[in-house]
């Protein structure tokens, strides 16, 4: 449930992939779709760089960068909902799950008296 920080995913020749490689833990709720979607960039990449394998690496990270960088960000706050790191974060996240359950039951049932 830990992330790793790293400043890159490559060295030389050698890449993680999948992901391993973003570190978006079970609280992201990303890792299945950050895997693919790092293979389909580095598959883009090494199209339009056919002759330059680092090329095509540090294209695929220059791109896949802010939208992992997000999802990394927003996993610190998901992660509050499932293990509070204190009273506060667990009166927050009792709030608002109180506050989540309510919502569709009015919805509900305003969409069945109108």
Known sequence: MHRVRMPQRDNGHVML?????????????MGATAGPHGGAELGHAL??????VLAAMATRETRLRPFI???QRITRLK???FV????????????LTTTGASVPSRWYRTARSG
């Open 17 to 29: 992939l999948g992901d391993a490689a973003w570190c978006l833990n079970l609280y992201s709720g």
């Open 47 to 52: 199209q339009n760089h056919p002759d330059d």
């Open 69 to 71: 960088t997000r999802r």
């Open 79 to 81: 992660q509050q909902l």
């Open 84 to 95: 509070p790191s204190g009273p506060a974060a667990e009166g927050l996240r009792s709030a």
